[in-house]
């Protein structure tokens, strides 16, 4: 590091400072920090996850410690209050901390436990994204997106300000954590931001409409649910109108909770609609897979291997039967990484109708009734009365 000015030495001009510590607003200081932090918990007895470098994990006889670090935010978490406050002591001699008590508020994502389970909710950082945009005072809609409504890239109404354009949709992306029902919305208006038109700002307008009139839901957490890992995938064959490549979806639960979802375009143009289904089971296999092997660290065990749900016959027969071959035979290999999962019983994909199909909200715009269905099914709720000014009891399950 240079020397700062009137410290330089005459004889040693060229001189720099060693530095015994990495000084904060450095490039390499959140690497320096992390890997500070990490050396102490290892010394502790710690382990580093695999599956989340984030993650450590503290087993000792009958308890356990979880610890999340981010940057300089972390959750501790423990099935022993007389080992947390060890090892709360511990770490408070080694590093200058500030215990802010029970999960309330984590990066921007707000934390009410009730009897029945944990509630996670935006409801303040909604409120940011409707201040900035000044959207506070505009009618609400019953549906992100209009199922009449098609959205292309070329449709012939002036372009829009990409800047603001992007802002707010990378705002929207960091909501759509705990809201999976917006994520589809998200993903179409997010294929426009090289390009925006004025028709899809006020596509994203109408998100922040949806929004103003949900901004008090969340996603609901059970705290008795089964310890059963299984996913919902989709696709919608052909939906863009300009590249006609498909969306693929999934919903993963452990038991009832959602934990995972994703709402994705497809990199290539699928030829049949089993095609498309099938790139969508194997991307829910590659996160079902990730997340066993999260369970596994975390020292909890599966009753039973995890099953992914499609509505989609052609598909789960291609997942099992190679008498399909000769149909899918242009597919990447690595899709076929579905079958050697089945085969070895690490996995099963069964069908299910598409009534229950959990993911279909997540591929494309559905009508106000399918949806508000799709989004109870997947846990997003209501929040407690009380968290928006109220002094009401919950109306959370």
């Given at each position: 590091?240079?020397q700062p000015?009137?410290?330089v030495?005459p004889?040693f001009p060229?001189h720099v400072c060693l530095?015994?510590?990495a000084?904060?607003g450095?490039r390499?200081a959140?690497?320096?920090w992390y890997?500070?932090?990490?050396s102490?918990?290892?010394?502790?007895?710690?382990?580093?996850?695999?599956?989340?470098s984030s993650?450590?994990?503290?087993?000792s006889?009958?308890?356990?410690?979880?610890?999340?670090?981010?940057?300089?935010?972390?959750?501790?978490?423990?099935?022993?209050?007389?080992s947390?406050?060890?090892f709360?002591r511990?770490?408070?001699?080694r590093f200058s901390?500030?215990?802010l008590?029970p999960?309330s508020?984590?990066?921007g994502?707000?934390?009410?436990?009730?009897p029945?389970?944990?509630?996670?909710?935006?409801?303040r950082?909604?409120?940011?994204?409707?201040?900035?945009?000044?959207?506070?005072?505009a009618n609400e809609?019953?549906?992100?997106?209009?199922p009449?409504?098609?959205?292309?890239?070329?449709d012939?109404s002036?372009?829009?300000?990409?800047?603001?354009?992007?802002?707010?949709?990378?705002?929207?992306?960091?909501?759509?954590?705990?809201r999976p029902?917006?994520?589809?919305?998200?993903?179409k208006?997010?294929?426009?931001?090289?390009?925006p038109?004025?028709?899809?700002?006020?596509?994203?307008?109408?998100?922040l409409?949806?929004?103003?009139?949900?901004?008090?839901?969340?996603?609901?957490?059970?705290a008795r649910s089964p310890?059963s890992l299984?996913a919902?995938?989709?696709?919608d064959?052909?939906?863009d109108?300009?590249t006609?490549?498909s969306?693929?979806?999934?919903?993963?639960?452990?038991?009832?909770?959602?934990?995972?979802?994703?709402?994705?375009?497809?990199?290539t143009?699928?030829?049949?609609s089993?095609?498309?289904?099938?790139?969508a089971?194997?991307?829910a296999?590659?996160?079902?897979?990730?997340?066993n092997?999260?369970?596994?660290?975390?020292?909890?065990?599966?009753?039973?291997?995890?099953?992914?749900?499609?509505?989609?016959?052609?598909?789960?027969?291609?997942?099992?039967n190679?008498?399909?071959?000769s149909?899918?035979?242009?597919?990447?290999?690595d899709?076929h990484?579905?079958?050697?999962?089945?085969l070895?019983?690490?996995?099963?994909?069964?069908?299910?109708?598409?009534?229950d199909?959990?993911?279909?909200s997540?591929t494309?715009?559905?009508?106000?009734?399918?949806?508000?269905l799709?989004?109870?099914?997947?846990?997003?709720?209501?929040?407690?009365?009380?968290?928006?000014g109220h002094?009401?009891?919950?109306?959370l399950?």
């Open positions: 590091m240079k000015p009137g410290f030495n004889q060229s530095l015994k510590k000084i904060y450095l390499q959140p690497r320096a890997h500070e932090f990490r102490f918990l290892l010394s502790v007895g710690f382990s580093n996850s695999k599956a989340d993650l450590f994990i503290f087993s006889g009958s308890s356990l410690i979880y610890l999340l670090i981010y940057v300089d935010d972390i959750i501790v978490t423990s099935n022993s209050s007389s947390l406050q060890q709360t511990k770490l408070s001699v901390l500030k215990d008590g999960l508020y984590f990066l994502i707000q934390a009410h436990r009730t029945s389970g944990l509630f996670l909710s935006q409801t950082y909604i409120h940011d994204i409707l201040q900035r945009t000044n959207m506070l005072g809609v019953s549906t992100p997106l209009s009449s409504d098609t959205l292309k890239l070329h012939g002036p372009s829009f300000d990409p800047t603001q354009y992007r802002q707010v949709l990378g705002s929207l992306q960091y909501l759509s954590l705990t029902d917006i994520s589809f919305a998200v993903n208006l997010a294929q426009f931001m090289h390009c038109s004025v028709s899809h700002w006020a596509a994203v307008k109408r998100v409409r949806y929004l103003k009139g949900t901004s008090h839901y969340g996603i609901f957490l059970s310890l299984h919902f995938a989709d696709a064959w052909a939906g109108l300009d006609r490549h969306t693929s979806a999934y919903v993963v639960f452990l038991g009832s909770n959602p934990i995972s979802w994703s709402s994705k375009k497809q990199t143009v699928a030829r049949s089993t095609e498309a289904e099938y790139r089971i194997a991307s296999t590659a996160e079902v897979n990730w997340l092997n999260l369970l596994h660290e975390l020292l909890v065990s599966l009753v039973t291997p995890p099953t992914i749900y499609c509505d989609n016959v052609g598909a789960t027969y291609l997942c099992s190679p008498v399909f071959h149909r899918m035979k242009h597919i990447a290999l899709f990484f579905v079958r050697d999962q089945v070895h019983k690490k996995l099963r994909v069964s069908h299910v109708s598409s009534a199909q959990l993911a279909d997540l494309k715009p559905l009508a106000r009734k399918p949806f508000q799709h989004r109870s099914k997947l846990s997003v709720l209501a929040g407690p009365l009380r968290l928006r002094d009401k009891a919950s109306i399950p």
